[in-house]
Nanobody, 124 residues
Framework: QVQLVESGGGLVQAGGSLRLSCAAS????????MGWFRQAPGKEREFVAL????????RYADSVKGRFTISRDNNKNTIDLQMDSLNAEDTAVYYC?????????????????WGRGTQVTVSS
């Protein structure tokens, strides 16, 4: 069992930056691929970024490529999402998720554990 808790969300002006963090419990976390997803009001949950168990491989949604950076520290059991050049379309609740297999998937259906999310609001 893995428990995930996101933090770092808030209100930021367009063009600004935020850094989200996800704290994970459980030693098995270190073997899981980890992803960030987001969900805006009235929209489906969408993939943002994911990182392999050792941080050696990453993948990004086209909409955030070049602006967001995912990283992890298995010693501290954390996964971070550095978000730069934010715009209004980035406004959403951001979720951290763990993929046990891992499937290297961008589908929320392939993730086994989820945090409760943190709100990011970008004002234009």
């Amino acid at each position: 069992q893995v428990q995930l808790v996101e933090s770092g969300g808030g209100l930021v002006q367009a063009g600004g930056s935020l850094r989200l963090s996800c704290a994970a419990s459980g030693r098995t976390f270190r073997s899981y691929a980890m992803g960030w997803f987001r969900q805006a009001p009235g929209k489906e949950r969408e993939f943002v970024a994911l990182i392999s168990w050792n941080g050696g491989r990453t993948r990004y949604a086209d909409s955030v490529k070049g602006r967001f950076t995912i990283s992890r520290d298995n010693n501290k059991n954390t996964i971070d999402l550095q978000m730069d050049s934010l715009n209004a379309e980035d406004t959403a609740v951001y979720y951290c998720a763990a993929d046990r297999i891992p499937s290297w998937s961008d589908s929320p259906l392939d993730y086994d554990y989820w945090g409760r999310g943190t709100q990011v609001t970008v004002s234009s």
